[in-house]
């Protein structure tokens, strides 16, 4: 079964600091990894994506990695601000024709001024 | 060049009454996924249709809910005889289809039944 976890669940920083949110999947045979951020009584906005070949990719102050080996990916974000409070989701696309993909629940952000 | 539009934004029900989302796809796009999120939860899948066809409805509950895509005019999400717990946040995404690279949410409707 095709799952997606991440961690931490819940995370809170202080202004200014870095933080990397941490995400694991099953998905298999894998197409693309999306990283979005929802804030609070918003829909999901698309932070990266990136496919097999790509190992790194940036949006701003926001680094997504990724290893297909190991099946995991991070986001990295630099110099946090108090607008990057929100929640996190790492959502995995499958290839070979599924077109649902399978959704992490999120980490909880939370920065602190 | 609009994404992905959902109407209406918040929309409150009697229990017992019909509650009706649309959601319109960004252009181009012909595929239709629906979402429902609880508070403090993560998004939770309910259908995907494409024009005119219910491809995965494996999320809907088997009572109440319906959803089309009709080939003119956006994706209806219907739900009938509402009930408090159908209180949520619903989220529609489209995609181009293939490997979804181009999935893009609304912003959601937030139904509240009173």
């Known amino acids: 079964k095709n799952q997606v976890e991440q961690s931490p669940q819940s995370l809170i920083i202080l202004e200014g600091k870095n933080c990397t949110l941490q995400c694991n999947y099953t998905v298999s045979p894998f197409s693309n990894l999306r990283w979005y951020k929802q804030d609070t009584g918003r829909g999901p906005v698309s932070l990266t994506i990136?496919?097999?070949?790509?190992n790194t990719k940036s949006n701003g102050r926001y680094t997504a990695t990724l290893d297909a080996d190991t099946k995991q990916s991070s986001l990295h974000i630099t110099a946090s601000q108090l607008s990057d409070s929100a929640s996190y989701i790492c959502?995995?696309?499958?290839?070979?024709?599924?077109?649902?993909?399978?959704f992490g629940r999120g980490t909880s952000l939370i920065v602190h001024p | 060049n609009a994404g992905v539009m959902q109407n209406p934004r918040h929309l409150v029900r009697r229990r017992g009454q019909e509650a009706r989302l649309r959601c319109s796809p960004m252009k181009g796009h012909s595929h239709v996924y629906w979402y429902r999120q609880l508070p403090e939860e993560g998004l939770k899948f309910m259908v995907y249709?494409?024009?005119?066809?219910?491809?995965?409805e494996s999320g809907m509950p088997k009572e109440r809910f319906s959803a089309e895509f009709p080939k003119e005019g956006p994706s209806i999400l219907r739900i009938q005889q509402v009930v408090r717990g159908d209180s949520a946040a619903y989220f529609c995404?489209?995609?181009?289809?293939?490997?979804?690279?181009?999935?893009?949410f609304g912003s959601g409707t937030r139904l509240t039944v009173v």
């Open positions: 990136m496919t097999f070949s790509e």
């Open positions: 959502v995995v696309s499958e290839g070979g024709g599924s077109y649902i993909p399978t």
């Open positions: 995404a489209s995609s181009s289809g293939a490997n979804n690279y181009g999935y893009t």
């Open positions: 249709l494409q024009k005119e066809n219910i491809i995965d």
